[in-house]
């Protein structure tokens, strides 16, 4: 059974398993990967993302979007109708929440042992380097632009198209840049998915010794990458690329 809302629901939740489970991987203590840093985190982001998108598109998820601000910006563009866009990113929400709760499972020994409760919500949602609000909605703005904008442009007709099953890799690898080029100030949640369905679950799981689920900073990861992804359609359109 294959449908585009399954496709973006285990799509995403794929891609946060993969996604935060590197995070996990590198910060909680006892784990064989602990301390291996930001080079990691960043490729297993981007090896998520591609495993993500082939996951999606072979559960009927042609599109692929795994992230709310790329289906707004679709929209935008006129491939979404209103009610198409609302169903879609209350699969890929869902299936964000689903992934964190199997990562909780994975690692269900290392969470007592990992006394520091911010390093435990950092494995499901992001958080600022440096906590200025402004700053840190402007961080995922223009990351969530040049995620969707540079998408958008890779697609193209002007590139003269990519070859059938090259398009992950490609997108996985704006993602890798992403995260080592501008992914430090806020952890580039870049997706109202990525970061809104695990801070739920983080909130909801009886995860050993956690702390609170930051909500004061949650909208920061919804609405930026929101604003981002409408600029960059916007931009698409202006350029003449959506």
Not at 37 to 48: H, S
Request: glycine letters at 14%.
């Amino acid at each position: 059974m294959t449908s585009p809302l399954i496709g973006e629901f285990i799509g995403t939740a794929v891609l946060i398993i993969f996604g935060n489970g590197v995070v996990a991987s590198c910060l909680l203590n006892k784990s064989k990967a602990q301390g291996a840093g930001w080079v990691a985190i960043t490729a297993g982001w981007a090896f998520a993302v591609i495993m993500g998108v082939f996951t999606a598109n072979a559960l009927g998820s042609a599109q692929a979007d795994l992230n709310p601000a790329v289906t707004l910006a679709k929209t935008i563009g006129g491939v979404y109708t209103t009610s198409q866009a609302i169903s879609t990113i209350i699969a890929e929400i869902a299936g964000g929440f689903a992934g964190a709760c199997i990562v909780w499972l994975f690692f269900m020994d290392h969470w007592s042992v990992t006394e520091d409760k911010g390093l435990k919500l950092a494995c499901f949602s992001t958080g600022p380097a440096i906590r200025n609000s402004t700053n840190n909605l402007i961080s995922e703005i223009i990351g969530t632009f040049m995620l969707v904008f540079v998408i958008f442009c890779i697609f193209s007709k002007a590139v003269g198209g990519v070859a059938p099953g090259f398009g992950p890799y490609l997108v996985g690898m704006l993602v890798w840049a992403l995260g080592l080029s501008l992914g430090a100030t806020t952890g580039y949640a870049i997706n109202p998915a990525r970061d809104l369905g695990p801070r739920l679950a983080h909130a909801f799981l009886p995860i050993a010794g956690k702390g609170d689920s930051d909500w004061g900073y949650a909208w920061i990861p919804v609405v930026g990458p929101f604003i981002g992804g409408a600029l960059a359609a916007l931009a698409a359109i202006m350029f003449g690329i959506l």
